[in-house]
T-cell receptor, first 115, second 114 residues
């Protein structure tokens, strides 16, 4: 089975600064999708950004961007101009292109934004 | 468009009892997946239903089961509850096609087993 590893249980960032959350994964598949989800305290999990493995270009969504290194099996999330509302648990997730909607999640990184 | 809804939001049960959780996906979504979230194990995939058929199954004991109805609403059932079943159970829906990979999560049902 695929595994997703987030080695940073907790991170903090000053408001308006930039922070990078790390994620590595292990797979033997060539076609897959990677995601970052955000789960604010006591609130719903929402999709932040996704990356298709067949695309070499890194995905970007406003202040959120990823650094996708397929050979290294690395998928980090960069948050620029951090805002108080970015404080949440961030989960990295993997989905095979071959097996429906079975997502594998990392253990999460708790992000604190310091005013 | 309404989001994914889950009922009930909170539930307290006693060991040995059974429980049924419900999930209503976004209109038009045919795939519903269930996850168990605990502080120790994180998010673990339970199963996925697509067009009333179980398409994927995680590594959980047979006490965990589910089904999907013709309107795509899904239920999951846990029988003979154990203390370790205390968790947040999340449901996620998607269109379900091969390249429709975005999942939208519900708010979850918080199950406490005493």
């Amino acid at each position: 089975a695929q595994t997703v590893t987030q080695s940073q249980p907790e991170m903090s960032v000053q408001e308006a600064e930039t922070v990078t959350l790390s994620c590595t994964y292990d797979t033997s598949e060539s076609d897959y999708y990677l995601f970052w989800y955000k789960q604010p305290p006591s609130r719903q999990m929402i999709l932040v950004i996704r990356q298709e493995a067949y695309k070499q270009q890194n995905a970007t969504e406003n202040r959120f961007s990823v650094n996708f290194q397929k050979a290294a099996k690395s998928f980090s999330l960069k948050i620029s101009d951090s805002q108080l509302g970015d404080a949440a648990m961030y989960f990295c997730a993997y989905r095979s292109a071959y097996s429906g909607n079975q997502f594998y999640f990392g253990t999460g990184t708790s992000l604190t934004v310091i005013p | 468009k309404a989001g994914v809804t889950q009922t009930p939001r909170y539930l307290i049960k006693t060991r040995g009892q059974q429980v049924t959780l419900s999930c209503s996906p976004i209109s038009g979504h045919r795939s519903v997946s269930w996850y168990q979230q605990t502080p120790g194990q994180g998010l673990q995939f339970l199963f996925e239903y697509f067009s009333e058929t179980q398409r994927n199954k995680g590594n959980f004991p047979g006490r965990f089961s589910g089904r999907q109805f013709s309107n795509s609403r899904s239920e999951m059932n846990v029988s003979t509850l154990e203390l370790g079943d205390s968790a947040l159970y999340l449901c996620a829906s998607s269109l379900g096609g091969a390249r429709t990979y975005e999942q939208y999560f519900g708010p979850g049902t918080r199950l406490t087993v005493t």
